[in-house]
T-cell receptor
Framework: KQEVTQIPAALSVPEGENLVLNCSFT??????LQWFRQDPGKGLTSLLL?????REQTSGRLNASLDKSSGRSTLYIAASQPGDSATYLC??????????FGQGTELSVKP | GAVVSQHPSWVICKSGTSVKIECRSL??????MFWYRQFPKQSLMLMAT?????????EQGVEKDKFLINHASLTLSTLTVTSAHPEDSSFYIC???????????????FGSGTQLSVL
Protein backbone atom coordinates (compact mmCIF):
# COMPACT_ATOMS: atom_id res chain seq x y z
CA LYS A 1 0.00 0.00 0.00
CA GLN A 2 1.42 3.35 -1.06
CA GLU A 3 2.11 5.79 1.75
CA VAL A 4 3.24 9.37 1.28
CA THR A 5 4.97 11.36 4.01
CA GLN A 6 5.85 15.03 4.08
CA ILE A 7 8.42 16.70 6.29
CA PRO A 8 8.23 19.11 7.99
CA ALA A 9 4.57 19.38 8.94
CA ALA A 10 4.95 23.12 9.40
CA LEU A 11 7.60 25.66 8.49
CA SER A 12 7.98 29.36 9.24
CA VAL A 13 10.62 31.42 7.44
CA PRO A 14 11.42 35.10 6.93
CA GLU A 15 10.70 36.65 3.57
CA GLY A 16 13.42 36.18 0.98
CA GLU A 17 14.70 32.88 2.29
CA ASN A 18 15.12 29.84 0.07
CA LEU A 19 13.46 26.70 1.39
CA VAL A 20 13.00 23.01 0.69
CA LEU A 21 9.96 20.86 1.33
CA ASN A 22 10.36 17.10 1.45
CA CYS A 23 8.13 14.28 0.30
CA SER A 24 8.77 10.54 0.50
CA PHE A 25 6.77 7.58 -0.74
CA THR A 26 7.02 3.89 0.04
CA UNK A 27 6.29 2.29 -3.34
CA UNK A 28 8.55 3.43 -6.17
CA UNK A 29 6.19 2.05 -8.82
CA UNK A 30 4.59 5.41 -9.55
CA UNK A 31 3.45 7.03 -12.77
CA UNK A 32 4.06 10.59 -11.68
CA LEU A 33 4.32 12.89 -8.70
CA GLN A 34 2.53 16.20 -8.36
CA TRP A 35 2.95 19.14 -6.03
CA PHE A 36 -0.09 21.20 -5.07
CA ARG A 37 -0.77 24.35 -3.15
CA GLN A 38 -3.84 24.70 -0.93
CA ASP A 39 -4.98 27.94 0.66
CA PRO A 40 -7.18 27.72 3.81
CA GLY A 41 -10.68 26.53 3.00
CA LYS A 42 -9.90 26.32 -0.69
CA GLY A 43 -9.32 23.68 -3.31
CA LEU A 44 -5.99 22.67 -4.78
CA THR A 45 -3.81 24.42 -7.30
CA SER A 46 -1.42 22.23 -9.26
CA LEU A 47 2.14 23.58 -9.16
CA LEU A 48 4.36 21.01 -10.82
CA LEU A 49 3.95 17.54 -12.30
CA UNK A 50 6.95 15.25 -12.66
CA UNK A 51 6.62 12.13 -14.77
CA UNK A 52 8.26 8.96 -13.47
CA UNK A 53 10.91 9.21 -16.20
CA UNK A 54 11.84 12.77 -15.27
CA ARG A 55 14.23 14.06 -12.63
CA GLU A 56 12.93 17.57 -12.13
CA GLN A 57 10.54 20.28 -13.24
CA THR A 58 10.79 24.03 -12.89
CA SER A 59 8.24 26.80 -12.90
CA GLY A 60 9.33 30.30 -11.97
CA ARG A 61 10.71 30.25 -8.43
CA LEU A 62 9.68 26.64 -7.94
CA ASN A 63 11.78 23.58 -8.67
CA ALA A 64 10.69 20.04 -7.95
CA SER A 65 12.96 17.03 -8.10
CA LEU A 66 12.16 13.33 -8.16
CA ASP A 67 14.32 10.37 -7.18
CA LYS A 68 12.03 7.48 -7.84
CA SER A 69 14.43 4.76 -6.76
CA SER A 70 14.82 6.23 -3.28
CA GLY A 71 11.18 7.29 -3.08
CA ARG A 72 11.84 10.98 -2.57
CA SER A 73 10.85 14.32 -3.99
CA THR A 74 11.71 17.85 -2.96
CA LEU A 75 10.07 21.17 -3.71
CA TYR A 76 12.48 24.07 -3.70
CA ILE A 77 11.08 27.59 -3.35
CA ALA A 78 13.50 30.40 -4.09
CA ALA A 79 13.28 33.88 -2.61
CA SER A 80 10.12 33.14 -0.63
CA GLN A 81 7.38 35.77 -0.38
CA PRO A 82 4.47 36.23 2.06
CA GLY A 83 2.13 35.26 -0.77
CA ASP A 84 3.73 31.82 -0.79
CA SER A 85 2.14 31.11 2.60
CA ALA A 86 -0.12 28.09 2.15
CA THR A 87 -0.17 24.34 2.65
CA TYR A 88 1.87 22.40 0.12
CA LEU A 89 0.81 18.88 -0.72
CA CYS A 90 2.63 16.25 -2.69
CA UNK A 91 0.77 13.37 -4.27
CA UNK A 92 1.84 10.30 -6.22
CA UNK A 93 -0.10 8.65 -8.99
CA UNK A 94 -0.05 4.94 -8.39
CA UNK A 95 -1.51 1.84 -9.97
CA UNK A 96 -5.12 2.29 -10.99
CA UNK A 97 -4.67 6.01 -11.48
CA UNK A 98 -5.30 6.90 -7.85
CA UNK A 99 -3.65 9.98 -6.45
CA UNK A 100 -2.32 9.41 -2.94
CA PHE A 101 -1.57 12.52 -0.89
CA GLY A 102 0.89 13.33 1.82
CA GLN A 103 -0.20 15.15 4.97
CA GLY A 104 1.08 18.47 3.68
CA THR A 105 3.53 21.11 4.88
CA GLU A 106 2.03 24.30 6.23
CA LEU A 107 4.31 27.14 5.15
CA SER A 108 4.30 30.61 6.67
CA VAL A 109 6.50 33.31 5.17
CA LYS A 110 6.88 36.30 7.48
CA PRO A 111 7.32 39.80 6.02
CA GLY B 1 -5.93 25.27 -17.84
CA ALA B 2 -8.84 22.92 -17.38
CA VAL B 3 -11.57 24.11 -15.02
CA VAL B 4 -13.52 22.03 -12.53
CA SER B 5 -16.50 23.70 -10.89
CA GLN B 6 -17.82 22.44 -7.58
CA HIS B 7 -21.04 23.57 -5.89
CA PRO B 8 -22.02 24.51 -3.32
CA SER B 9 -18.86 25.93 -1.75
CA TRP B 10 -20.36 25.57 1.70
CA VAL B 11 -23.51 24.10 3.20
CA ILE B 12 -25.01 23.88 6.67
CA CYS B 13 -27.69 21.31 7.27
CA LYS B 14 -29.57 19.61 10.07
CA SER B 15 -28.71 16.13 11.17
CA GLY B 16 -30.68 13.53 9.21
CA THR B 17 -30.98 15.49 5.99
CA SER B 18 -29.26 14.69 2.70
CA VAL B 19 -26.87 16.98 0.89
CA LYS B 20 -25.90 16.87 -2.77
CA ILE B 21 -22.58 18.21 -4.05
CA GLU B 22 -21.97 18.76 -7.74
CA CYS B 23 -18.72 18.56 -9.64
CA ARG B 24 -18.56 19.75 -13.23
CA SER B 25 -15.77 19.80 -15.77
CA LEU B 26 -16.42 23.03 -17.65
CA UNK B 27 -14.17 22.85 -20.68
CA UNK B 28 -13.31 19.19 -21.04
CA UNK B 29 -14.87 15.77 -20.78
CA UNK B 30 -13.97 13.66 -17.79
CA UNK B 31 -14.64 9.95 -17.98
CA UNK B 32 -13.37 9.58 -14.45
CA MET B 33 -13.67 11.85 -11.44
CA PHE B 34 -12.40 11.35 -7.92
CA TRP B 35 -14.00 12.38 -4.63
CA TYR B 36 -11.91 13.25 -1.57
CA ARG B 37 -12.66 14.38 1.95
CA GLN B 38 -10.39 16.40 4.15
CA PHE B 39 -10.58 16.92 7.91
CA PRO B 40 -9.02 20.04 9.45
CA LYS B 41 -5.23 20.03 9.39
CA GLN B 42 -5.22 16.68 7.62
CA SER B 43 -4.56 15.57 4.08
CA LEU B 44 -7.00 14.53 1.39
CA MET B 45 -8.36 11.02 1.69
CA LEU B 46 -9.69 9.37 -1.44
CA MET B 47 -13.30 8.29 -0.96
CA ALA B 48 -14.27 6.92 -4.34
CA THR B 49 -13.59 6.88 -8.04
CA UNK B 50 -16.53 7.97 -10.15
CA UNK B 51 -16.85 6.46 -13.60
CA UNK B 52 -19.23 7.82 -16.22
CA UNK B 53 -22.03 5.39 -16.95
CA UNK B 54 -21.07 2.82 -14.33
CA UNK B 55 -21.00 2.30 -10.59
CA UNK B 56 -18.45 4.14 -8.52
CA UNK B 57 -15.56 2.33 -6.91
CA UNK B 58 -15.33 3.04 -3.19
CA GLU B 59 -12.24 2.93 -1.03
CA GLN B 60 -12.08 0.59 1.91
CA GLY B 61 -14.02 1.91 4.87
CA VAL B 62 -16.24 4.28 2.86
CA GLU B 63 -19.93 3.44 3.06
CA LYS B 64 -21.39 3.39 -0.44
CA ASP B 65 -24.95 3.68 0.87
CA LYS B 66 -23.93 6.72 2.88
CA PHE B 67 -22.08 8.50 0.12
CA LEU B 68 -24.00 8.08 -3.12
CA ILE B 69 -22.11 8.92 -6.28
CA ASN B 70 -23.70 9.47 -9.66
CA HIS B 71 -21.70 10.17 -12.82
CA ALA B 72 -24.43 10.44 -15.42
CA SER B 73 -22.55 12.46 -18.01
CA LEU B 74 -19.01 13.17 -19.11
CA THR B 75 -19.06 16.55 -17.41
CA LEU B 76 -20.97 15.99 -14.19
CA SER B 77 -20.53 13.85 -11.09
CA THR B 78 -22.54 14.25 -7.91
CA LEU B 79 -21.88 13.15 -4.35
CA THR B 80 -24.89 12.85 -2.05
CA VAL B 81 -24.30 12.55 1.68
CA THR B 82 -27.39 10.73 2.88
CA SER B 83 -28.83 11.16 6.38
CA ALA B 84 -25.95 13.40 7.32
CA HIS B 85 -24.65 13.42 10.89
CA PRO B 86 -22.21 15.77 12.64
CA GLU B 87 -19.34 13.32 12.06
CA ASP B 88 -19.87 13.79 8.32
CA SER B 89 -18.87 17.43 8.66
CA SER B 90 -15.81 17.83 6.50
CA PHE B 91 -14.33 19.45 3.43
CA TYR B 92 -15.19 17.52 0.27
CA ILE B 93 -13.21 17.99 -2.95
CA CYS B 94 -13.66 16.51 -6.39
CA UNK B 95 -11.12 16.16 -9.16
CA UNK B 96 -11.11 15.20 -12.81
CA UNK B 97 -8.55 14.38 -15.45
CA UNK B 98 -8.29 16.60 -18.47
CA UNK B 99 -7.93 13.56 -20.71
CA UNK B 100 -10.95 12.14 -22.44
CA UNK B 101 -10.26 8.91 -20.60
CA UNK B 102 -8.18 8.50 -17.53
CA UNK B 103 -4.53 8.41 -18.41
CA UNK B 104 -2.13 7.91 -15.61
CA UNK B 105 0.27 10.59 -16.76
CA UNK B 106 -2.23 13.39 -16.92
CA UNK B 107 -2.76 16.16 -14.45
CA UNK B 108 -5.76 16.09 -12.20
CA UNK B 109 -7.66 19.32 -11.78
CA PHE B 110 -9.55 20.01 -8.60
CA GLY B 111 -12.76 21.74 -7.70
CA SER B 112 -12.75 24.48 -5.10
CA GLY B 113 -14.23 22.20 -2.46
CA THR B 114 -17.39 22.09 -0.36
CA GLN B 115 -17.37 22.70 3.38
CA LEU B 116 -20.17 20.67 4.93
CA SER B 117 -21.31 21.43 8.46
CA VAL B 118 -23.95 19.17 9.97
CA LEU B 119 -25.68 20.53 13.07
Amino acid sequence: KQEVTQIPAALSVPEGENLVLNCSFTDSAIYNLQWFRQDPGKGLTSLLLIQSSQREQTSGRLNASLDKSSGRSTLYIAASQPGDSATYLCAVRSQGGKLIFGQGTELSVKP
Amino acid sequence: GAVVSQHPSWVICKSGTSVKIECRSLDFQATTMFWYRQFPKQSLMLMATSNEGSKATYEQGVEKDKFLINHASLTLSTLTVTSAHPEDSSFYICSASSGGSLGTNEKLFFGSGTQLSVL
